[in-house]
């Protein structure tokens, strides 16, 4: 799975359990796994690559947080912090998350299709 493949498959992810703004995933009375809660963008990356550090080593995990986290103007270096706070801004709602997801993997594809 590339970053790509990733953005996509995390947002549809988060279109079927919901997005969570208080953590990764969703924990308040709901007794389902981490899988089946709503979550984050952090959180729905980790379900559909599980087992892949978004902190050690290269992944297309991390490569596509990173891609976020350059759309967004933030740079790569904090992505992860820098896109739990904006995933965590009351103002951004789930449309706006899926948005900005679909977005990146289709920019990600994009350049993939022209190199």
Same mark, same amino acid.
């Given at each position: 799975? $590339? /970053?790509?493949?990733?953005?996509? /498959? /995390?947002?549809?992810? =988060?279109?079927? !359990? *919901?997005l $969570?703004?208080? *953590?990764?995933?969703?924990?308040? *009375?709901?007794? +389902?796994?981490?899988?089946?809660?709503?979550?984050?963008?952090?959180g729905? =990356?980790?379900?559909?690559?599980?087992?892949?550090?978004?902190?050690? *080593?290269?992944?297309?995990?991390?490569?596509?947080?990173?891609a976020?986290?350059?759309?967004?103007?933030?740079?790569?270096?904090?992505?992860?912090?820098? =896109?739990?706070?904006? $995933?965590?801004?009351?103002? =951004?709602?789930?449309?706006? !998350?899926l948005?900005?997801?679909? +977005?990146? +993997?289709?920019r990600?594809?994009?350049?993939?299709?022209?190199?």
């Amino acid at each position: 799975m $590339n /970053a790509e493949q990733v953005l996509r /498959a /995390a947002a549809d992810h =988060i279109e079927t !359990v *919901g997005l $969570n703004q208080d *953590g990764h995933y969703y924990r308040s *009375g709901v007794e +389902a796994p981490d899988s089946q809660r709503p979550c984050c963008v952090v959180g729905a =990356i980790r379900v559909v690559t599980p087992r892949v550090s978004l902190f050690v *080593g290269e992944s297309a995990s991390r490569d596509a947080l990173a891609a976020v986290a350059r759309d967004l103007g933030y740079g790569e270096r904090y992505a992860h912090d820098r =896109i739990v706070a904006w $995933n965590d801004d009351p103002q =951004i709602t789930q449309e706006v !998350v899926l948005r900005r997801m679909r +977005a990146t +993997a289709d920019r990600l594809k994009a350049e993939e299709a022209a190199a």
